[in-house]
């Protein structure tokens, strides 16, 4: 069966080989999205890293110097539409167009429905949902037709549930199904849209498992594998979705739980 859409050229040799993609991360000053800015640029990519603290982006610039690629930080308040649209325009000048976004930033505020007020659920639908929306509008005409990559950074959450996280949920939910929205609209153009769904990963989202030792105990006896995910698990998995090892695959969502969703 042939197509008249191809990979992006030169990577066969090396699937997973990034260099000169030109990529935008958000969420790139800490945890996950520090962790993904760290592979793709080890891997020979052009980053912008987008996050609102410019001390986090410095950290990371500092882990990413002498590696193949380049790192170019963006301090930028994802929670404004006109401040994503500018930092996307920035980016697109910075690395002469766009082949890779990666939309990482996020925010929990954990609670049950009966002790969310509405502008607190509203927070975390905007941050974790709203903004990869305006992201995606942003990036879309800039992405390169036959070779973009879209990776959506949702959570173990987004496919199954859990007790007292319901805006969490809500918005992780929908990023899976925005994924998956985009994914076919933006086929025909050989643009893939997938996502991940990290579950316990060792992030300042979680607590000090060495001194909280109920969490620990909870997380050792509740994931089949017995422990946390570390960043670069999830880093990896994203590199992998973003090259052209994943080429036929689009809007799917690959869960990195330890077993948590399937146990």
Known sequence: MSTDITPSSGAWND???????????????????QAIVVELVRRGARVVGAARTEAGLKETADLVEGFAGTFVPYAVDL????????????????????????NNAGYDFMGRLE???????????????????????AAGPHLKDGGGSVVNVSSV?????????????????????????VALEWARKGVRVNAVAPGYVETAMLPDLSVDVDTAK??????????????????????????????????????????????
């Open 15 to 33: 699937p997973f080989d990034l260099a000169g993609r030109r990529a935008v991360v958000t969420g790139a000053s800490r945890g996950i999205g």
């Open 79 to 102: 929670r404004s539409p006109e401040s994503i649209e500018s930092c996307v325009t920035s980016a697109v000048e910075t690395l002469g167009g766009l082949d890779i976004l990666v």
């Open 115 to 137: 002790s969310i007020d509405l502008s607190e659920f509203q927070q975390v639908i905007e941050l974790n949902l709203q903004t990869i929306f305006i992201m995606l509008k």
């Open 157 to 181: 959450l987004g496919v199954i549930a859990a007790r007292d996280d319901a805006a969490y949920i809500a918005a992780k939910h929908g990023v899976i199904g925005l994924t998956k929205a």
């Open 218 to 263: 909870y997380i050792s006896r509740t994931v089949p594998l017995g422990r946390v995910g570390q960043p670069e698990e999830v880093a990896n998995a994203v590199v992998f979705l973003a090259s052209d090892a994943s080429s036929y695959i689009s809007g799917e969502t690959i869960v990195i739980d330890g077993a948590i969703s399937v146990s």
